[in-house]
């Protein structure tokens, strides 16, 4: 029994000095609740954004034909295209891990033009003359992915660099109504481009956020580029909720000049286009 009371007295002893060298914690100490995480596009894991863009848009436009090329075009003055619109755009983002982001953007653009012609226009395989009564549209759609990998992430600041893929769509039509003639031409491809993304989190409800995307490249008869800046300030009025002010410009240039080895149904031409404007957005995050 003895080794057992010795065992037991030696036990007494480290629990009374364990107790000694650490007293008991305070009540407000136990009671006190775990620190929250600052909800932030830092710590977003999804987010969706919503944005009003009033944008100013110009374009610059040629359609080739087979037999050469076309009329070098200002669609807004030439065309009588609208150069504002009032369009929306949305935005959404998913964060995998802590430094991987997919940014996800869409932007439609419906434009519509009527004017009396006061020079002669050749439009594809068409020509407008003077006085023909010229009624033109053009769509543009734009679906942008963007990965981003953190280089720095810190409570308050951010900084990735990634890669983004545009897809892009332009139909464009003109006809003459009064002498039933109509010229249309679709093109559809894809154009990758360097990106940056950074966020500062100013306080506990705002929040910069900056990003450019670009990418330019010219092959033979071909050149092309695209560009996307971005910047905005947000509040955070709830944690999941935001409000803010941007400005974003977008430009897009595609130029297929015609070439001895390009074949007779190869689209050639020019388009131009540069959209620019504020933007006032609603935030979903969490």
């Avoid at 110009?58 to 359609?63: M, S, V």
């Avoid at 942008?144 to 900084?159: A, D």
């Avoid at 955070?236 to 977008?250: E, I, Q, Y």
Wanted: negative net charge.
């Amino acid at each position: 029994m003895r080794p057992c009371f010795a065992l037991l007295a030696t036990l007494f002893v480290y629990a009374q000095t364990a107790g000694a060298a650490e007293p008991p914690q305070p009540a407000s100490a136990v009671l006190k609740p775990p620190e929250r995480t600052i909800a932030s596009p830092i710590t977003d894991r999804f987010a969706l954004r919503v944005s009003y863009f009033p944008s100013s848009i110009d374009t610059d436009l040629r359609l080739d034909s087979s037999a050469g090329p076309g009329t070098e075009l200002v669609a807004e003055e030439d065309l009588g295209f609208p150069d504002r619109e009032h369009d929306a755009r949305a935005e959404l983002l998913f964060r995998f891990g802590e430094r991987n982001r997919l940014r996800v953007d869409y932007l439609k653009l419906s434009r519509f033009g009527d004017v009396l012609l006061d020079e002669p226009i050749n439009f594809g395989d068409q020509t407008f003359n003077v006085g023909d009564r010229a009624q033109t549209s053009m769509e543009w759609r734009q679906l942008t992915f963007t990965y981003t990998r953190s280089l720095l992430h810190r409570e308050r600041f951010e900084l990735g660099v990634g890669i983004g893929v545009s897809m892009l769509e332009a139909k464009a039509q003109g006809r003459v109504v009064e002498r039933n003639i109509r010229e249309r031409q679709d093109a559809v491809g894809g154009f990758p481009t360097l990106a940056i993304d950074g966020t500062w989190r100013i306080s506990k409800r705002w929040a910069l956020n900056a990003r450019a995307q670009r990418l330019s490249a010219r092959v033979d008869e071909f050149q092309g580029a695209m560009a996307d800046y971005h910047a905005d300030v947000q509040y955070r009025w709830r944690s999941n909720w935001a409000v803010g002010l941007g400005f974003t410009k977008l430009r897009a240039l595609v130029d297929v000049g015609d070439d001895e080895t390009s074949d007779d149904d190869d689209l050639t031409g020019r388009f131009d286009q540069t959209i620019k404007g504020p933007e006032i957005f609603f935030r979903a995050s969490f």
